[in-house]
């Protein structure tokens, strides 16, 4: 996490954007949110959660509630360090 801070002032201080170095992605392909892959399918976000972890690919973790990938969705996801833009909330975003 203190890398992605790091990244996120040397941003705001010079302009340049170091993010995507701090990716250790292997996807070739662009990594979607849930989000976005069930607006592809004209799904909410809600059903597209559900639907990934009635597959078997995520579940809820039981002390924070966020959806995290299970043995059999961590070879189609990767996590993401982010910064949320609006306000100091730093994580690990799930695509």
């Known amino acids: ?3 992605v801070i790091a990244v996120d002032h040397v941003r705001q201080q010079t302009g340049i954007d170091f993010l995507s170095l701090l990716s250790g992605n292997a996807v070739t392909e662009k990594p979607m949110t849930p989000t976005e892959l069930g607006k592809q399918v004209e799904m909410t976000p809600r059903k597209m959660n559900a639907l990934l972890a009635l597959q078997g690919f ?3 973790h039981p002390e924070t ?5 299970t ?3 961590k070879p189609h996801c990767t996590c993401n360090p982010f910064k949320s833009p609006h ?3 730093t ?3 799930t695509l």
């Open 65 to 69: 509630g966020d959806w995290i990938p």
């Open 1 to 3: 996490m203190a890398r």
């Open 58 to 60: 995520q579940e809820k």
């Open 71 to 73: 043995d059999q969705g």
């Open 87 to 89: 306000s100091p909330h």
């Open 91 to 93: 994580g690990y975003r």
